[in-house]
């Protein structure tokens, strides 16, 4: 099957690489700029074309620019005429429908998105990830069973979800990913606050955050969960507090996730409605008395 990618970063060139690799023929890229173009060409030993010609030239067109350019490029091959009947053009933003393809659609394109619950930092790091994660589908369904095909061959999981759904999904990603790094981020301004010093604060934490994830992994939520929240330990919590009053914003993060620890220690069943509601009552008085 003839692929082609307009887009030349890091998710774009490991589907390109890993593709190509499952026996996908990729006929072509093009990019904002030449250089990245010329190097992921270099990586897949393909030509470096304009996107009207990737686009004539591919049976699966891949846009993997930028969030904010998909629309646009989509619109730019459209004037160009380089959409086709039957021709699959996606995707693979988390946070926007396949509509954002509406000018490939009226041109008799079939498209779709197609997400990566998956954080890459490299092209590297994403040509090993890919393999084992979930994508999440969402679009024409005429489209569905080539992109499983796909998903299959590069080594991955799927579901499929409306295109209504896709905005409070990718809420749940930036949550799962984006949210945990400023959490831990939080944790180290905490121990900053303690007088750890630097070199030894993250150090020192990550193995109780792997150590969590792997309890999560093996026990699942709300079962991993520990704790003082999870013993209805309201001293313990009291004391916290008291040591941020002179620390709003840490206080506040501290408020927040502990209201919503306290609906998962209910969750666990090691807490009773009683301990929650004192619980409750100690996280949000200092919540609203801070602000």
């Known amino acids: 099957m003839k692929i082609g990618f307009i887009g030349a970063g890091k998710v774009g060139s490991a589907m390109a690489v890993l593709l190509q690799k499952a026996g996908y023929q990729v006929v072509g890229v093009a990019s904002r700029t030449k250089e990245s173009a010329q190097a992921m060409a270099k990586l897949l030993d393909c030509p470096v074309l304009s996107k009207g010609d990737v686009a004539r030239r591919s049976e699966v067109l891949f846009l993997t620019t930028s969030d904010d350019a998909i629309g646009h490029v989509a619109e730019e091959v459209a004037s160009d005429g380089a959409f ?147 013993r209805g330990d309201c001293g313990t919590v009291k004391k916290h507090l008291q040591a941020m009053e002179d620390l709003p914003q840490l206080a506040s993060a501290y408020q927040i996730l502990g209201l919503a620890t306290v609906d998962t220690a209910i969750n666990k069943g090691t807490i009773s409605e009683e301990q929650a509601k004192a619980l409750r009552s100690l996280l949000a008085d200092h919540w609203h008395g801070m602000h």
């Open 84 to 230: 086709y009947s039957g021709q699959v053009v996606l995707h693979m933003s988390g946070a926007h429908t396949a509509q954002l393809l509406d000018a490939a659609a009226k041109q008799g394109a079939i498209t779709l998105s197609l997400h990566p619950i998956q954080s890459f930092a490299s092209v590297e790091r994403a040509i090993e990830l890919i393999p084992g994660t979930y994508f999440s589908i969402e679009g024409d369904d005429r489209g569905y069973d080539l992109a499983i095909k796909m998903v299959e061959d590069l080594g991955g999981n799927h579901f499929m979800l409306d295109s209504e759904s896709k905005v409070l999904y990718h809420a749940a990603a930036s949550v799962s990913s984006n949210y945990l790094v400023a959490l831990l981020d939080t944790a180290m301004k905490l121990l900053a606050e303690a007088g750890v010093p630097e070199e030894l604060r993250l150090a020192a934490f990550l193995p109780l955050v792997t150590g969590t994830l792997e309890n999560v992994k093996k026990l699942g939520i709300p079962k991993a969960l520990t704790g003082p929240i999870s």
